[in-house]
């Protein structure tokens, strides 16, 4: 960050394209003899990764932890093509601050115990909505030892708030 709040950084940020964004469990999750990883989630979603893409080793350990643990899965990608970007675990975490205003976009956000300022992307559908959900849960407090409040999934590439929602 400058002096004036705007965010500096060499290169843009590789924000996640979607179009579709997924939180859900996985139903299925299995590879085909050609290495491909076909996902069936709960809510009834399928997609594929092949090993030739460059995140496949990084969606394949995410998806076998989620099937494993029980856990929901976020997964970034094109559902009418079925293929997937990124896939992510979503955190419990209580928000610490919501910026008030965007600049570049972004609206920045800061959560307890977690050390890098994340942001929520303005130009997001589930913006409005995120944004009330932190900025409430953010003003009810609470100690510092009470359990995380929010259900919050975080792309690790950039640092965006991609889902936010109560446990």
Not at 26 to 55: C, F, K, Q, Y
Not at 60 to 79: E, H, S, Y
Request: glycine share 6%.
């Amino acid at each position: 960050m400058t002096s004036n709040g705007a965010r500096t950084t060499a290169a843009a940020p590789q924000w996640l394209r979607g179009p579709d964004f997924v939180l859900s469990e996985v139903a299925e999750s299995r590879v085909e003899a050609n290495g491909a990883m076909h996902l069936r989630l709960a809510d009834g979603s399928a997609w594929t990764i092949v090993p030739a893409e460059a995140a496949f080793a990084g969606v394949r350990a995410i998806v076998d932890l989620a099937a494993r643990t029980k856990r929901p899965v976020f997964i970034a990608g094109n559902r009418q093509a079925g293929t997937i970007e990124r896939a992510l675990l979503p955190q419990r975490l209580s928000p610490l601050s919501v910026g008030r205003q965007a600049v570049d976009g972004v609206v920045e956000v800061e959560f307890h115990t977690f050390m890098s300022r994340c942001y929520l992307k303005t130009d997001r559908i589930w913006f409005e909505t995120a944004r009330a959900l932190l900025e409430a849960t953010s003003r009810e407090g609470g100690p510092p030892t009470a359990p995380p409040a929010l259900l919050v999934t975080i792309d690790i590439v950039t640092q965006e708030v991609v889902d936010v929602r109560r446990p």
